[in-house]
């Protein structure tokens, strides 16, 4: 397996799932981002100012959710839209029943 630019040690990634459960890593040419889940707040938050700059919520979902890795996927146009095609993923839903009493 080829080093990825940011790429962390598997010590920094067990601390990184003690402190926050769930880590998931992105990787678009040749970088590498971890992230975490977006908690209420960030949710919040991104799709507030997401109603009117859709980039924005991306920017903040990252921002918010980034644990380390290449800073370049938050500063290089090319790399960050390429994360933003799968941000939506770290939003999990689980699915409810509502049911007439």
Not at 55 to 78: H, M, P, Y
Not at 80 to 92: C, H, M, P, W, Y
Request: proline share 3%; aromatic share 6%.
């Amino acid at each position: 397996m080829r080093e990825l630019k940011g790429q962390a040690t598997p010590e920094q990634i067990e601390a990184w799932k003690k402190a926050h459960g769930d880590v998931r890593a992105v990787t678009v040419d040749g970088h590498i981002g971890y992230l975490k889940k977006p908690d209420r707040r960030t949710l919040s938050f991104a799709s507030s100012v997401g109603t009117k700059d859709p980039v924005k919520f991306n920017e903040v979902l990252l921002n918010n959710c980034w644990l380390g890795g290449s800073e370049e996927i938050k500063t290089d146009d090319a790399l960050f839209f390429g994360v933003s095609a799968v941000l939506g993923e770290l939003i999990e839903v689980k699915e409810a029943e509502l049911v007439k009493l």
